[in-house]
């Protein structure tokens, strides 16, 4: 086995590297031979100071996830924290890459801290429903003070090396983490620095009394802004119980509500996400080709979507030609372009000379020819397969050979794109998600004859523009928009049963989404969902259930916030929409012409239909192999959906909640309704086996 800690003396200084790639994480092999360097170091008369670091790209960036879950193994890094911070020699850390975590939890036991100024700092145990656990809720604010200690492991949110100077985190932003740390560290044996232990350092603890400060407002304030999750609370309980008692005593308490959450639902499914995001890259095609050249890139259309993925081409470090039919479409996507960047200047986020380079890569024109020697071509034109078709006879006809021609459509037939081509191998779905310069999602449909290299170029293409990729099969709708339409309709079939569409708003709200169906359809635009509507009306089973309700709604031209109605009234600029009497007006009015009697839906019942029609139909899409695993459903709800993280996605809600269980709710709600409410093939075949989706993960 290779060796996890490297130490080597210069002079009278140790120095310990500890080299655990890719990201120097904490396992059990790491924290074993971490404490036997120290004692080593310890032990040598002549050393009189220990330097600690991490060699490649990062100091630790925490603990091993992979050993959550498994049975602890000793030593603990609480065991190694202590013995670090009572050694009597100065121990100094070299910081730099992603120190988090743990490996900010060794930082802070030690003597001193310096840090490259590029570092980021930081603690997002919360991003695993978990808190600091190892000795970091006690230590941290006895450095930087409870309110600021408390927003850093409450966000999880990392900070640079300047603001951790200016907190006190750190003693020393350096430029150059070998020659600076030892430059430094032997100023410190010079000057005979006497150093003081963090656990020791109690003056900004004492202090709080004074600076009236209030955990339980705190508390409060972080259970609005963090809606339904444990961990940001249990730190608040930690920083009561710093103001309490002592280091030891506070530092038990973390330890046990560590391993307390690590037991949870909520942390379980944190830890999936964070695993299902870092698989969904890992496909088939990618193990037998390379990406294509990507050096520049055109798209076609200026509007919303066309102008985001602009953006996102753009922040990505690529050329971008942006090609629209007129001059006027060509300046309304400009004005997009400058809208956004204008605000990013505003806020800090671009100075006006990176805007002005960004600019420096961008060309707008009328004219296609523009696009023939561009490696990639994004069609962002309207969402119609006769206009989508004609763009792709004219790419075909100009780009060059070997250039990929992609679509964002979110819902057509991507084969059927490709063969108006000559060149289908070349032709690929890359959906993005509105708006396309934020969101993280980026579906990449594979049609049948598209070549490896093209997907794999698809996949390098979201790693430059750091997007979560997820590869998908063709169907209407892909991944996420085909589950969207079975779970948008069963929200339809509660409204027309009894539900108002605030009640099931609120009840999904509750659950954990930003918001419930309705106001997402209301925020989408109502027009989107009724063309898609009229599209698919000659494929629809005449013996399939229809709610009517949107489409009175849009004969209305009520669209949504655009329009200023849709499901809730958006008067006067108000974003947040008013409950609607005319709108439960016409609800009643369709129940009435159907001879619905209105029954009454609890909460839980709302969530119990809705989760089981979302359950149901990704099944279906894992079992047709339009996903390739459940996990990336996951990963396509949480991402592109609104799905609460810490409930890991709905596949592992579906795992959380019990199969067997979903497939009861799924055959009781069958006995109303068996076409929408057929049991997926795949869900009957394991819950036969005694399996759940997580097998298929693999
Ligand atoms: C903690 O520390 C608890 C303590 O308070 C108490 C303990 C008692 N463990 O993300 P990437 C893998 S909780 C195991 O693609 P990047 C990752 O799966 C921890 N594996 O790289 C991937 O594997 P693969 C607190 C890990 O450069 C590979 O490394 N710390 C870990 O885009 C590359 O990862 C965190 O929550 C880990 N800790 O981003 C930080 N981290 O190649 C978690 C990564 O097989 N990590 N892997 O797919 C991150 O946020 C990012 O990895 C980081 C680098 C920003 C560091």
Not at 166 to 181: A, F, P, R, T, Y
Not at 562 to 569: H, V
């Amino acid at each position: 086995m290779t060796k996890k800690i490297d130490l080597v003396y210069q002079e009278n200084v140790a120095i310990i590297s500890i080299c655990n790639p890719p990201v120097n994480a904490l396992s059990v092999e790491v924290r074993k031979e971490l404490l036997d360097a120290l004692k080593e170091a310890e032990k040598k008369e002549n050393v009189e100071a220990i330097i600690l670091k991490g060699s490649g790209k990062t100091f630790p960036a925490g603990a091993d996830i992979k050993e959550f879950g498994l049975p602890p193994q000793k030593p603990d890094l609480p065991t190694i924290n202590d013995y670090i911070e009572n050694i009597n020699k100065p121990v100094i850390c070299a910081l730099h890459g992603n120190t988090l975590g743990g490996g900010l939890e060794i930082a802070l036991a030690c003597h001193y801290r310096f840090a490259h100024f590029k570092t980021k700092i930081g603690l997002p145990e919360v991003s695993l429903g978990l808190i600091p656990g190892a000795g970091g809720t006690q230590r941290l604010p006895r450095l930087i003070g409870i309110p600021e200690a408390y927003k850093m492991m409450a966000s999880g949110l990392p900070i640079n090396a300047d603001k951790a100077l200016k907190l006190g985190l750190i003693n020393k932003v350096i430029q150059d983490i070998d020659e600076s740390s030892i430059h430094f560290t032997k100023d410190l044996i010079e000057n005979n620095n006497n150093f003081i232990k963090t656990k020791d350092r109690n003056e900004l603890i004492n202090n709080a009394n004074e600076d009236k400060i209030n955990i339980t407002e705190l508390k409060n304030n972080f259970k609005k802004q963090y809606r339904n999750q444990l961990a940001p609370q249990k730190i608040g309980d930690c920083l009561e119980k710093l103001l309490q008692s002592s280091f030891e005593e506070g530092q038990n308490f973390e330890r046990n509500t560590f391993f307390e959450l690590l037991k949870t639902e909520q942390s379980k499914s944190y830890i999936h996400a964070f695993f299902a995001e870092r698989t969904s890259s890992k496909i088939p095609e990618i193990k037998s080709a390379h990406p294509r050249n990507l050096n520049t890139v055109g798209v076609v259309g200026g509007g919303t979507m066309g102008s985001g993925i602009t953006i996102a081409a753009l922040n990505a470090g690529l050329p971008v030609t942006m090609i629209e039919r007129n001059q006027d479409s060509l300046d309304k996507g400009m004005k997009n372009l400058e809208k956004i960047y204008n605000r990013d200047i505003e806020k800090g986020r671009l100075s006006s000379s990176q805007v002005e380079e960004i600019f420096s890569r961008f060309t707008k024109t009328t004219d296609f020819e523009a696009l023939s020697s561009v490696d990639m071509v994004i069609e962002a034109v309207f969402e119609e397969m006769n206009v989508k078709k004609q763009v792709f006879k004219i790419l075909d006809k100009i780009v060059k050979k070997g250039s990929i021609i992609a679509s964002n459509t979110s819902y057509l037939d991507i084969n059927e794109l490709a063969s108006v081509t000559s060149r289908p191998e070349d032709v690929i779905g890359l959906h993005f998600f509105s708006p396309a310069n934020i969101m993280r999602l980026l579906e990449i449909v594979v049609p049948d004859k598209v070549s490896n290299d093209v997907v794999a170029t698809g996949f390098y293409l979201a790693k430059l523009m750091k997007k979560i990729p997820v590869r998908a099969g063709v169907c209407d709708g892909f991944i996420g928009n085909r589950i969207l339409n079975k779970y948008g309709d069963c929200a339809y079939f509660m409204m027309e049963d009894g539900a108002t569409p605030y009640e099931i708003d609120k009840a999904i709200f509750e659950f954990g989404y930003p918001m419930g169906p309705f106001q997402m359809f209301d925020l989408a635009g109502g027009d989107i969902g009724w063309a898609m509507r009229k599209r698919l009306k000659p494929m629809r089973d005449k013996n399939e259930r229809y709610v009517h309700i949107p489409d009175k709604l849009c004969e209305k031209g009520w669209f949504g916030q655009k329009t200023g109605r849709g499901f809730y009234r958006y008067d006067k600029g108000n974003r947040r929409g008013d409950e609607d009497p005319e709108v439960l007006e016409i609800i009643n009015l369709e129940r009435q012409k159907k001879s619905i009697i209105p029954t009454k839906f609890s909460q839980e019942e709302i969530i119990r239909r809705y989760m089981a029609a979302m359950i149901n139909e990704a099944s279906n899409v894992i079992y047709e192999k339009i996903a390739l695993r459940p996990s990336d459903v996951d990963v396509t709800k949480l991402y592109g959906y609104g799905f609460p993280r810490y409930r890991g996605g709905p596949m592992k809600y579906a795992d959380s909640y019990g199969l067997d269980k979903i497939l009861d709710d799924i055959r009781e709600f069958e006995k109303e309704d068996s076409i929408f409410w057929k049991p997926s093939n795949l869900i009957i075949e394991l819950v036969k086996k005694g399996n759940n989706f997580d097998s298929l993960n693999e």
